[in-house]
Nanobody, 117 residues
Framework: QVQVVESGGGSVQPGGSLTLACAVS????????MGWYRQAPDGQRELVAG????????KYSDSAEGRFTISRDGAKNAIFLQMNSLSPEDTDVYYC??????????WGQGTQVTVSS
């Protein structure tokens, strides 16, 4: 069983930075990929940044590219999202997704990011 818990959200001014963390419990050997998502107005979750475990290949949304960096810790039990140059448009709840194999995913409860003056 995989358990996913996010942390590190908070309130910052425009131009500020945050680092989100996603802690994963359970078997890590079966994890194929992990990613950070935010909630779209229609309720669908959109990829912000993802990382593939086999080769650490990364992908980013257009808005995240160049500002955010996704990484894995040395113990391979946590994923981070370094968020720089934050703007009010980044305000949202950010969710961590864990993909096991192809057809099974697990979600955390989310961590709030608020960017305002």
């Amino acid at each position: 069983q995989v358990q996913v818990v996010e942390s590190g959200g908070g309130s910052v001014q425009p131009g500020g930075s945050l680092t989100l963390a996603c802690a994963v419990s359970g078997s890590r050997l079966s994890i194929a990929a992990m990613g950070w998502y935010r909630q779209a107005p229609d309720g669908q979750r959109e990829l912000v940044a993802g990382i593939r475990m086999i080769d650490l290949w990364r992908k980013y949304s257009d808005s995240a590219e160049g500002r955010f960096t996704i990484s894995r810790d040395g113990a391979k039990n946590a994923i981070f999202l370094q968020m720089n140059s934050l703007s009010p448009e980044d305000t949202d709840v950010y969710y961590c997704k864990v993909e096991v194999g192809v057809g099974t995913t697990y979600w955390g409860q989310g961590t709030q990011v608020t960017v305002s003056s």
